[in-house]
C-alpha cells in the first residue's frame, strides 16, 4: 500500500474545519474543483467515503470521522514536536465526545465519565441537549456515545445499541426531622408537598399508579423535567423529592437531605447508546463495560 499523501489529509481537514468545499477552497486559494479532486484521491487511498453529501452539505462518514481523528491526532503530533523541541512540553490526546440528555442526572454523568479522571491521554467533550438532536448528532458521528434515562424511539434503519449501566430504585427525600415518632411511607406521601417528575417522564406515571394502589391523594408542590432542579427545589425546602438518590447524593452525603424510603415498584434505568460502527470507540466500551451493573450490583452506588 502506497504511504499516506499528508498534502490530501490536510485539505479534507480544512474542509471540515471551514464547514464545507467552497469555504475550504477560498481559505486555501484553490479552486472547489481541485479541493474535490484532493478528497477523492484520499478516498480511493482510503478505500471508503469521508463525506456524505445531504442537500448542499458535505456530512462525515464514520470513516470520515475516523479519519478525522487520525488527522488531528497527526497534526497535534506536529504540533507537540515543535513545543516539545521548544521546552514547551505536550502530551497526544483522544478525543471522547459525549452527549447527555440535558435533563440528566450530573451526579450520573460524574460517576459515568470518572474512569477518565486520570487518563491524560483523553479529551472530554460533552455536549447536552434533548433527545431528537442528540440522536442527531450521534448518526451524524459528532458524538460517540449518548447518555440518557430514557429509550428513543427505534425503527428498522435505527443503527444504534442500548446499553444499561446502572438501575436505581426511587426514594422519598426530604430534609431532616427532629427525632421522634417515624412517620410511615404512606402517611408521609399523604401529607408532605412533593417535586415529582413531569407526566413526560415515565416515573411520574409509575408514581402516579403507586398513590393510586395506597389509596394516598398526594399534594403536588412543583412539577420538573430537570433532574438539577428538582434536587435544587428539595434542598431548600419546596418539598419533599421523588427521585433516584444518584441525584441528591452529596446532599445525603453531608446530611442536608434524608432518605425516607424507597418506593415500591419505581426504578429508573440509566442507559449509554453508541452507534453500530465498523470502527468503534475503544475508549467507550471501556467506559460501558466499567459501568455496566453486574449480578448483586445496581451499577450505581446509594452512597457516594
Not at 138 to 156: F, G, K, W
Request: avoid cysteine; hydrophobic fraction near 45%; aromatic fraction near 4%.
Amino acid at each position: 500500500m502506497a504511504e499516506l499523501n499528508y498534502h490530501h489529509l490536510r485539505y479534507f481537514h480544512a474542509i471540515v474545519e471551514a464547514g464545507g468545499l467552497t469555504k475550504a477552497a477560498a481559505r486555501l486559494n484553490v479552486s472547489p474543483s481541485a479541493l474535490s479532486v484532493q478528497v477523492q484521491q484520499l478516498e480511493a487511498q482510503l478505500g471508503h467515503k469521508l463525506f456524505d453529501r445531504i442537500g448542499r452539505q458535505l456530512v462525515l462518514t464514520e470513516a470520515g470521522r475516523i479519519a478525522l481523528d487520525s488527522a488531528e491526532t497527526i497534526f497535534g503530533a506536529g504540533q507537540e514536536l515543535v513545543s516539545a523541541l521548544k521546552g514547551a512540553g505536550g502530551t497526544k490526546r483522544t478525543s471522547m465526545r459525549i452527549g447527555a440528555l440535558a435533563t440528566l442526572s450530573r451526579n450520573f454523568q460524574v460517576a459515568f465519565l470518572k474512569p477518565l479522571v486520570q487518563r491524560k491521554d483523553v479529551h472530554i467533550v460533552v455536549r447536552s441537549g434533548g433527545m431528537r438532536d442528540l440522536m442527531a448528532m450521534l448518526d451524524a458521528h459528532h458524538i460517540d456515545v449518548l447518555l440518557t434515562n430514557t429509550l428513543p424511539p427505534r425503527d428498522e434503519t435505527s443503527s444504534w445499541v442500548a446499553h444499561l449501566i446502572g438501575e436505581q430504585e426511587i426514594s422519598l427525600v426530604g430534609p431532616p426531622r427532629p427525632r421522634g415518632r417515624k412517620q410511615s411511607l404512606t402517611t408521609m406521601l399523604a401529607r408532605e408537598p412533593l417535586i415529582v417528575p413531569t407526566r413526560e417522564n415515565h416515573l411520574r406515571g409509575d408514581f402516579d399508579a403507586l398513590a393510586e394502589r395506597l389509596g394516598v391523594e398526594v399534594k403536588i408542590a412543583a412539577e420538573v423535567d430537570d433532574m438539577a432542579m428538582l434536587r435544587l427545589l428539595t434542598r431548600e425546602g419546596f418539598g419533599f423529592g421523588v427521585a433516584p438518590l444518584v441525584v441528591v447524593r452529596d446532599e445525603l452525603d453531608v446530611g442536608v437531605l434524608t432518605e425516607y424510603g424507597v418506593l415500591p415498584g419505581l426504578k429508573e434505568s440509566f442507559f449509554a447508546i453508541s452507534p453500530t460502527r465498523r470502527f468503534p470507540n475503544l475508549v467507550v466500551g471501556s467506559l460501558v463495560k466499567a459501568a455496566a451493573p453486574t449480578p448483586g450490583r445496581s451499577g450505581l452506588r446509594r452512597r457516594g
